[in-house]
DNA sequence: TCATCTATTGATCATTTGAACATATTACGG
DNA sequence: CCGTAATATGTTCAAATGATCAATAGATGA
């Protein structure tokens, strides 16, 4: 079910030999400014192979771009965010109308989690495309400052498995089952299997969490991958539902409202989830205005990182 | 005396409109990876003018470039200085033959201090060319985080002069004197003087402070800028000096050697200065081995922002 | 007020760069 | 052992970029 969440386009190596070469081409590049054909000659390979492994370097988040003044327009607006809604912390990155939001938030998503992260820190990760994109840029670094991973739900392992985060040297934790499945029974079977518990277990010591936001509409991610249909989704809003997170819907005001799907979710309890200090939740949107605003409300996250355009909306909405 | 240490080439700007426009600049260009010509469409300005905003954010700090994985090679020897001198931390900068190090040594200063301040952090601040250079990188970047400067020694303005850290916002307190004076009375009398004493009493209170370290050769930056003759550094040569730290001469065991220099020097003193948990010295050459050495073993410095080659050395020589 | 000097902006062009294509090399299954 | 596919490397070329020079606006001082 819903294997390929994203084409694994973006494999990345960690051929200690290529980190090495990379970093030294990037070193020469950007700090000693050297020309690519000069360090071709220096390392002796051919320029476009500098050019390429720049280019591997840039999307592997290894090389890192960092903005140190925060956008003033945006600055404020993370500062209005945070005493509006009783943050912790909040990325607002500029508006873009036409680019893309995804990777724009999943960018914002990964540049936060490296600077908040520290050495042998566990990080939890929920279930989303976003989630999925910071992972993309942000992974490929964690090995370096052993950093751990677990998943809050079941589902990830499709898009973590595009991350590279694989193999000997990673350490992933993820529930190897789907986010949902077809009966109650069989998801409370799940969660007491000892590796699931364990998982789960797990997740709740984290320190950090990164969480995706669902909205209920016919455009969920949660429907285009068949773990919910749009008529389910209907019932929901009807109920009051305006967003889920790890599969448990919630009302305006953040309170999670009692649906049969939730027992088939094989996540973490959102109390055991509130639990966690820092909640990212990643997301950005007009149409999930209203899914955020919950949110928030319901401290189900205390971070959030968003564009422009959304905090705005948010702040006049809101409160 | 030694006013113009450095030309004022890079007086930084610190117009918020264009720190905003660069902000928003390197978003698109480095984020989003839109041309130079898009984002002047966006921003409805000419492209050359992109170009400029980009490099000027480059040239000051603002647009951080982080590689995330340390040279493999260089991991290593930063860990073998760290065991063998017992430091807290390291940096070695990959070798390059051929290209100046100060700059280059100051780069990894600056990106080393960025990395490990922390938002109202006080940053002591001694006196050299390397040091100059890192504060070039590295300043433009405090006002943001709210990072205050104080000077260990006196002379120090002159180059801090070119950091654009002056101003309203910028808080840089800075020991208004030479580093040294002609006669021992009056460096006691300066060190005495409120506004000086309340300079040093700050710099003891620093939780990080970034030195640089003097050879006793003639190519002394102490010779070149006229506080120091050649025919005294002769002398301190023969009695044993290997190099120095603040003006301080010490021999190759780090010990104080005793000179009447040291008396008409308006700097914290030797004590307090190791009182700084943090101490980290920048610098790196062959002709600076011996002096670094020397710093090691006295705990001058328990953190060494070095280059390849000059580890290798100290490595070899050293313990 | 004018002249001069400086700082900013704009245009041109050589260099640098990455994308598209072509080729070689290696891995893999029959 | 061969053929096929996948991967890595090299070549070419158009786009993107930054340096240089010219022009303009703005400041400074007589």
């Known amino acids: 079910m819903a294997q ?15 980190v090495e070469q990379i970093t030294r081409a990037a070193w020469h590049y950007y700090n000693d400014g050297l020309t690519q054909n ?4 220096v390392l002796g390979v051919s320029r476009i192979k500098i050019s390429r492994l720049l280019e591997k370097g840039r999307q592997t988040g290894l090389i890192e771009l960092r903005i140190n003044a925060p956008h003033a327009g945006c600055l404020t607006l993370q500062k209005q965010l945070i005493t509006a809604f009783g943050l912790v912390d909040a990325r607002v990155v500029p508006s873009a109308n036409n680019l893309p939001v995804v990777p724009r938030i999943g960018r914002a998503a990964a540049s936060f989690l490296m600077q908040k992260l520290e050495p042998n820190d566990l990080l939890a990760i929920g279930w989303g495309e976003t989630v999925a994109t ?7 670094v964690f090995p370096q400052n ?10 990830v392992s499709a898009y973590v498995g595009t991350t590279g985060l694989h193999g000997p040297q990673s350490n992933a934790h993820l529930i190897p089952t789907p986010l949902r499945v077809s009966s109650q029974e ?6 007491v299997e000892p590796y699931v518990r364990y998982v789960l277990d797990m997740a709740a010591t984290a320190r950090m969490a990164l969480v995706g936001v669902g909205v209920v509409s016919n455009a969920a991610t949660l429907v285009r991958y068949g773990y919910c249909t749009s008529t389910e989704l209907e019932v929901f809003a009807r109920r009051g539902a305006v967003g889920d997170i ?5 009302d305006a005001q953040g309170e999670i409202i009692d649906f049969d799907i939730h027992r088939h979710v094989v996540a973490i309890g959102v109390e055991d989830l509130r639990r966690i200090p820092n909640r990212a939740a990643a997301a950005a949107g007009l149409q999930k205005v209203d899914a955020i605003l919950g949110l928030l409300r319901g401290r189900l996250a205390n971070i959030l990182i968003t564009d422009q355009a959304t905090a705005e909306e948010l702040l006049r909405r809101g409160n």
């Open 186 to 191: 069989l998801a409370q079977m799940l969660r």
């Open 134 to 140: 910071a992972l993309r840029y942000a992974a490929p």
């Open 38 to 41: 000069e360090i071709a000659d």
């Open 4 to 18: 390929a969440l994203h084409d694994a386009e973006t494999a990345a190596s960690f051929d200690p030999d290529e």
């Open 246 to 250: 790890l599969g448990y819907f919630y």
């Open 146 to 155: 052993n950093i751990s991973l677990v998943s809050l739900t079941g589902g």
